[in-house]
């Protein structure tokens, strides 16, 4: 099966700029969930989406941050406008509901996109 | 609140000879445990998990690790490294019914010829 597809890889954009990260989950899994991992430091949950829903934003930092999940298939985490310290690797990753057969309680998660702010 | 901790940033070890990296957590009360490893330029790889059962599970490319409840550790182990597997490490646990996962703070294994 293709596993968690996000783009782009990189991106560097200018303080003040907007950013939008996509993210395309394994077909099926009805979770979606986007992490961050600032320089140095562990990554962080920022959000959780059951099919098109916000199951858990929790994580996110504030509301230059938004995130959509169209019809519950792909997602998108809008940076508008960015900061410095919004740079960091973004993560995506997926998952099945828990309970569900194919379930292993862990998680898929895509490559990551690299966002600089300058 | 619920924290993973790796003690280690960075683990220098030369190549073919053991090595551990060390993660505690704050609870094992319903716990589920994962070590996840990233490669350079690439995502986040699982190695192996642990959910219930057997507390020594073993994972892709010869890694195992122990989960140890009275200690509140699930340490990663392998018996011989390869330059191959230098990249950082990540352990990760998630509670109950919980989605999320909370990861500690990553441990670099630099493996020397």
């Known amino acids: 099966e293709a596993g968690v597809t996000q783009f782009p890889s990189h991106s560097v954009i200018e303080k003040g700029q907007t950013v939008t990260l996509r993210c395309d989950p394994i077909?099926?899994?009805?979770?979606l969930y986007w992490y961050r991992r600032v320089m140095g430091k562990e990554i962080k949950f920022l959000l959780h989406?059951?099919?098109?829903?916000?199951?858990?934003e929790s994580g996110m930092p504030n509301n230059r941050f938004l995130a959509e999940r169209t019809g519950g298939t792909y997602s998108t985490l809008k940076v508008q406008p960015a900061e410095l310290e919004d740079s960091g690797v973004y993560f995506c990753a997926s998952s099945p509901t828990i309970g569900s057969l194919n379930t292993n309680y862990g998680y898929t998660f895509g490559s990551g996109t690299r966002l600089t702010v300058v | 609140a619920q924290s993973v901790t790796q003690l280690d940033s960075q683990v220098p070890v030369f190549e073919e000879a053991p090595v551990e990296l060390r993660c505690n957590y704050s609870s094992s009360v319903s716990v589920y445990l994962f070590w996840y490893v990233q490669y350079p330029n690439q995502g986040l790889q699982l190695l192996l998990k642990y959910l219930s059962g057997s507390t020594l599970v073993k994972g892709i490319n010869g890694f195992e690790a122990e989960f140890n409840k009275s200690q509140t550790s699930f340490h990663l182990r392998k018996p011989s490294v390869h330059i191959s597997d230098t990249a950082e490490y990540f352990c990760a646990a998630r509670w109950g019914s919980s989605y999320k996962l909370i990861f500690g703070s990553g441990t670099r294994l630099l493996v020397r010829p």
């Open positions: 077909s099926g899994h009805d979770n």
């Open positions: 989406f059951v099919k098109e829903s916000k199951q858990d």
